[in-house]
């Protein structure tokens, strides 16, 4: 077994993949389990990681209980070395959690559970290892409110002891706190940022913090938010194609479609590559997201386009209401202008035809007459312009 999982080292990723499911399956036939150290959480180039990782879910799988975590946490006590257990723990249980979030154990299951560990260092690290089982089942349901009152209060978390200071279990509060109708968005925030800055951050870390983000309640700067810590992890996981996801999902929200449409093409190019379990249903939600920033796109370029038209309408509607406007006034002028030359013709037609005057009398007047009903006109008109003028001067100081 330890030669076949040596020779995996020198082979492509699909070939290691094969050799380390089949050992596994070797080790579980024969009701064995592995007796090789783990040196290593990387699932891709570590072929006794990989085919740990494809034994224990097996099991998982086969009993998702927390008697099957504690089992592996005796494990990982006397075969993962210290440096990589806290990133094997996060990996096996969260990822197992989330495999199997259909049988979602009581808190009292747990405990008891966690109860037969004893006391000491190993106690606190199983006692962490179980609550972040149940937390991934609960997680992976979205069972906000439930996961708080897990993580808080539960009687496995407190056997966690000083593990529930790391970043991954900061990282759940906040995630629950997100989700949660009856905490605030400052308290998780707060916690957000506690966990993001802390220096033993890790890859599950990030990860849940984004997928708090993604799921929180909506909130005002959401998008955001989500955005810009999604870009930080992008930066620090270029090859992730789970963060390329949530980049996408945080561009959505903010509206930048086009620039949401190239991060979701390439989480899907990223996932096509990676050597997951999960491949289809992480394929399903990818094309999800992008189905909806593309219809998001869509109707956005519509949004703009009706904008655009009514935009122009008002503006055809501001020209027909001034020349409807100018119109007026302008009937206006002529009327008075027109009635003042009728009434100097039938004035004079009468001082004319009529009366004994001299004709130097008659010719004064018909022009004081004229006179008079051509101020009359042009008072008429004068007053027009002043009142239109004082209408119009605000339009166009808007214009």
Known sequence: M??????????????RERICEETAEALLAAGTVPSFEVRSADLRADPYFRCADRYWRSRFLRRPTARTALECARWMSDHVRDENWGEVAEQWALGNGFLNRGSVESTEQVAEAVGEAGAGPEAERTGFFLTLFQAGKLRANFCFDELHAFLAFSPPAATAGSLRERPVFVALRSFAAFGSRTLTVAYACELLEQAWSAAGRTRHTVDICLNGLAFAAPF???????RDRAAEAVAAYPDDHMFHGRLAAGLHLCGQYDAALRSIDTALALLAASPTASLGALQDQYLTKRDAIQEGRLRALRDAEQ???????AVANAQVERSLHTSSVRAVEVVAVFTAAIAFAVGSLQVTLTGDLALSDRLWLLAAQGVGLAVFALLTV??????????RGPDRGAE
Not at 220 to 226: A, K, V
Not at 307 to 313: A, I, M, S, T
Request: glycine fraction near 14%.
């Open 220 to 226: 005002e700067g959401q998008g955001e938010l989500l």
């Open 2 to 15: 330890n030669s076949r999982l040596d020779g995996a080292r020198s082979v492509d990723v699909r070939t």
């Open 307 to 313: 904008q655009r038209r009514w935009e122009r309408q």
């Open 382 to 391: 004068g007053g027009t312009w002043l009142i239109t003028r004082s209408r």
